[in-house]
Structure formats: structure tokens, C-alpha cells
């Protein structure tokens, strides 16, 4: 690959993170798709399995893209942030902050924080020697809330 060609990759990934960054996910998948058709970058699959998961719902590819970036360069906790991101349009949260506090174990960043601070974390049981998911739990925590007493 000629050094130009390289160059012209890294200019389109690069304003595919800025787009990224924008929220702009359609603007970023053009761009990535740009930049992966010039040069083929494992390390580049995570984001655009992002793009893909949340343009064009294809799920099952999203997750191997991001698998892939993983398994290229397993410290990058940016990887697992998209991973993340895509669990949390497959409507899986669990398995979202599961990648996020990893991505944070590896060295983490600032979007992770973020998006670990936009789940929030559970209140404790209404009953707390009952297990939260216990209806009588479930419930006065519902009907707690409604009231605005939790």
C-alpha cells in the first residue's frame, strides 16, 4: 500500500471518530466504510460495528467486528466501549456494563465513565433481607417510587 493511500485511510477513520464523537452515527459509517474499503484495519472494526448495530440493526455482525478489535488488541478499552454500545442497542444491559467495567479494568476512559454514569446503578431492595427479586420487593419498589418516597 503506498503511503498516500495509508494517509487517506487515517484522514476518513479520523473524521469517522470526530463523527463519532458528534453522535453523528450515519456520517461515521460512511467514513469508516471509506476508510476499511482503502485499508483493512482490524483495529478499526469495533467502531464500525457500532455504526452498523445502530444504522442498520444487523446485531450478529456488530458482534463479530467487535470480538475481532478485541481480539487484535485486547488492552484497548475503547473496544469495549463499542462492544458495550452495541449491547445496549441489542437492548442488553447487563452484558453492557459488563463490557464497560472492563474497558474501565483496562485503563478506561472518559465515554466510559459516561456511559456508566447514564445507567446509573440500582437502589437498594425496599426489604433488604429478601431477595430484589422477590415481588413484594418489586412491587413496593414500584408503588415507593410512584409515591416518590425512594
Known amino acids: 500500500m503506498e503511503p498516500e493511500t495509508g494517509a487517506i485511510a487515517q484522514k476518513e477513520f479520523d473524521q469517522a471518530q470526530h463523527e463519532l464523537d458528534q453522535n453523528n452515527v450515519l456520517a461515521a459509517l460512511a467514513c469508516l466504510e471509506r476508510a476499511l474499503s482503502i485499508r483493512d484495519d482490524p483495529l478499526w472494526y469495533s467502531r464500525l460495528g457500532f455504526c452498523i448495530a445502530k444504522q442498520r440493526g444487523l446485531l450478529t455482525q456488530a458482534f463479530e467486528l467487535c470480538r475481532t478489535?478485541?481480539?487484535?488488541?485486547?488492552?484497548?478499552p475503547l473496544h469495549y466501549l463499542y462492544l458495550g454500545k452495541v449491547y445496549l442497542v441489542a437492548g442488553k444491559t447487563y452484558d453492557a456494563l459488563q463490557a464497560f467495567r472492563q474497558g474501565m479494568i483496562l485503563g478506561g476512559s472518559p465515554e466510559i465513565?459516561?456511559?456508566l454514569d447514564a445507567i446509573?446503578?440500582?437502589?437498594?431492595?425496599?426489604i433488604s433481607f429478601l431477595s430484589r427479586d422477590n415481588p413484594l420487593n418489586k412491587y413496593l419498589g414500584k408503588i415507593f417510587g410512584r409515591l416518590g418516597l425512594r
Open 120 to 126: 446509573g446503578t440500582r437502589k437498594s431492595p425496599v
Open 113 to 115: 465513565m459516561r456511559m
Open 69 to 76: 478489535s478485541i481480539a487484535q488488541d485486547p488492552a484497548n
